[in-house]
C-alpha cells in the first residue's frame, strides 16, 4: 500500500480495520527517508523510533521537542537540548503521531531558500539543483518525498506557503493565534505562527483540529473555538464570492506564472464563484514594513543569545569579549544583517521615521484587508513570482527579500491564508493562495479542497510505492 497517497483518515481507518499495523506506516515512510534523506537534507536531526499510529511528522527544528535538540539551523544553538516541548508537538504525541525528525531551516527562520542554515542547504526533490524555498524547506521537501505524512513549519512573512509552492504541496497558515506558540522559538512574535505543510486538503484541515485551538501558556492565544475537521467537508460550497489583485499587483509574477493564475481564477468561477478584480496599491508598500517590523522584533528576541545562559558560548578575557566573540561567530550574515537593521530602525532618531511608520502602514493593512472581505468571502492571489529558483542563484538580500512580495501581507494583517498546488512550469510546480478574513478557515479548506480535486496536478514524488 501507497500510504503517501492516502489521507490521514483513510491511514488511521485501515489501522482500526486491523488492515495494517503502526509498524507498517512506519516502515513505509522510513524506506522514503532512507530513499531521499541523503539526497536532499532535509533534516538536522532523525528519529528511529515508532511511537502510537506509526504515522509520521517533521517538526521544523525551531519549534521545541523534549530532549531533543532544537537548533534553529544555527551553529549558536548546536548543543541546545529543549527542556520542555512546544503546544503543537505535545497535541500530536497525545493524537498517536510519531516524530521521524526535526528539519532543516534558514538560520532563526531568516530566508526564503534554506541556504542560510548552518547545517547545509536542502534541496528541492523535483530538481536537486534548486531550492526548496524557505525557511520551511526542510518541512516542505520532507512532505513532497514522502518521508513524512505531515510536516509543521513556521510562517513568519510566507515562510510555509512559499516553499510549499515550490516543492507542490499543501501550506497553511492560520489566523494569528490559532495555533500556540509557546515552544516556537521567536523570531518576530507578533508574525510567527506555526503552520502545516501536507500533501492533501484534508490533511491539512485534521492536523489543524488536532494542534488549535487556546493554549493558557501562550497569552497571544485565540479562545475562538477550533472546528472538527470531520465537519468541515460534510458541506459543499454554493455560490461564493471571491476578489483578485489588480495586473499591476500581478506584474510582479513571472509571464508564465499569471497565465497559469487566470486559469485558477476560471475554475474558481467555473466552480460558483463570483469574482472581481480589486486594487491593492498597499501590497506595494508590505514588503518595506514587514522587513522593519520583523527585524525590529528579531533584534530584541536574539539578543538573548550572549553566551551566558544557553547556546554557544565563546572563550574570552572578560564578559564584553565573550558577547562579542560568541554574537560573532555564533550568527550567520543573513541573521547579523538583520539583527543591525533592526537595531536601526529601534533606535532613537529613527523609531518614528522607520518602525513607527512600519506599525501605522500596519494598521492601514488590517483596515484595507477588512474592506476587501466585506464585498468578497476571499483573496485569491499567486503565492510566489516564479517556481523555484537555482541554489545559489540570488547572491543580493534585497533580490531574496522580494521573494515573499506575495506572503507577508497576510502576516502582518494576522490572515489565514493556504496555498494548494496548481501544476507545473518547465517542470516544476507552482502553487497559489486562497486568503479570508480573520478565523474563516473553515471557509478556507472547503473551497481549498473544492478546487484540489478539479486541479490535475500530482505529486509524481509520491506515487511510487517503495
Known sequence: MNFSLMTIEEVLQLQEEKKVTPQQVWDFFLRKREEWEPRINSFITVINRMEGNGIPAGIKDNITVKGLRTTCGSRMLDNYIAPYSATAWERLSSAGFSLSGKTNLDEFAMGSSTENSYYGPTKNPWDLERSPGGSSGGSAAAVAAGMVKFALGSDTGGSVRQPSSFCGVVGFKPTYGRISRFGLVAFASSLDQIGIITNNVKDSAFVFSTIAGHDPRDSTSSRVPVPDYREIFT????????????????????????????????????????????????????????????????????????????????????????????????????????????????????????????????????????????????????????????????????????????????????????????????????????????????????????????????????????
Open 235 to 466: 458541506e459543499v460550497p454554493g455560490k461564493f464570492t471571491f476578489a483578485f489583485p489588480d495586473d499591476e499587483v500581478l506584474e510582479r509574477a513571472e509571464p508564465e506564472v499569471r497565465k497559469e493564475f487566470s486559469l485558477f481564477i476560471n475554475l474558481a468561477k467555473k466552480l460558483g464563484g463570483r469574482g472581481k478584480q480589486v486594487k491593492m496599491p498597499l501590497l506595494n508598500y508590505a514588503m518595506e514594513a514587514y522587513y522593519i517590523v520583523a527585524n525590529a522584533e528579531a533584534s530584541s528576541n536574539l539578543a538573548r543569545y550572549d553566551g551566558v545562559r544557553y547556546g554557544l558560548r565563546e572563550k574570552a578575557k572578560d564578559l564584553l569579549e565573550m558577547y562579542i566573540k560568541t554574537r560573532t561567530s555564533g550568527f550567520g550574515p543573513e541573521v547579523k544583517r538583520r539583527i543591525l537593521t533592526g537595531g536601526f530602525v529601534l533606535s532613537r532618531g529613527y523609531y518614528e521615521g522607520y518602525y513607527g511608520k512600519a506599525v501605522s502602514f500596519r494598521r492601514a493593512l488590517a483596515s484595507f484587508m477588512e474592506e476587501i472581505f466585506s464585498s468578497a468571502e476571499f483573496l485569491l492571489i499567486p503565492t510566489t513570482p516564479h517556481t523555484a529558483f537555482k541554489l545559489g542563484e540570488k547572491h543580493d538580500p534585497i533580490e531574496m527579500y522580494l521573494e515573499d512580495f506575495f506572503t507577508v501581507f497576510v502576516n502582518l494583517a494576522g490572515l489565514p491564508a493556504i496555498s494548494i498546488p496548481w501544476g507545473l512550469i518547465n517542470g516544476l510546480p507552482i502553487g497559489f493562495q486562497i486568503v479570508s478574513r480573520w478565523y474563516n478557515e473553515i471557509g478556507m479548506f472547503r473551497l481549498a479542497y473544492l478546487m484540489e480535486k478539479e486541479i490535475s496536478f500530482k505529486n509524481k514524488l509520491i506515487q511510487k510505492e517503495v
